[in-house]
Nanobody, 113 residues
Framework: QVQLVESGGGLVQPGESLRLSCTASGISFRLSTTGWYRQAPGKQRELVASITSAGATNYADSAKGRFTISRDNARNTLYLQMNSLKPEDTAIYYC???????WGQGTQVTVSS
């Protein structure tokens, strides 16, 4: 069964950090480009960061300098380290496996004082 499961979301204050995880079963992260997307209420889903099978990374302008995408091939897990969080980062965050078109169920990130 092909499945992506995100975790690590929560409620934090502005300036704090979170690390999101996405664990895959039935598919391999190292053989595909994978990415983190987010969707805020009333807005379209948008790309936050992606990583290719070769390890090249790409970030949305809003994420550059604050977020880091990484991958642990042995654990078949994708990560998104988010630092200096802002209220505008509040959204549901999803991981996505490009090769199979598989989405995770999402994890809520709320940044609020």
């Amino acid at each position: 069964q092909v499945q992506l499961v995100e975790s690590g979301g929560g409620l934090v204050q502005p300036g704090e950090s979170l690390r999101l995880s996405c664990t895959a079963s039935g598919i391999s992260f190292r053989l595909s480009t994978t990415g983190w997307y987010r969707q805020a209420p009333g807005k379209q889903r948008e790309l936050v960061a992606s990583i290719t099978s070769a390890g090249a990374t790409n970030y949305a302008d809003s994420a550059k300098g604050r977020f880091t995408i990484s991958r642990d091939n042995a654990r078949n897990t994708l990560y998104l380290q988010m630092n200096s969080l802002k209220p505008e980062d509040t959204a549901i965050y999803y991981c996505y496996h490009v090769r199979t078109g598989t989405w995770g169920q999402g994890t809520q990130v709320t940044v609020s004082s």
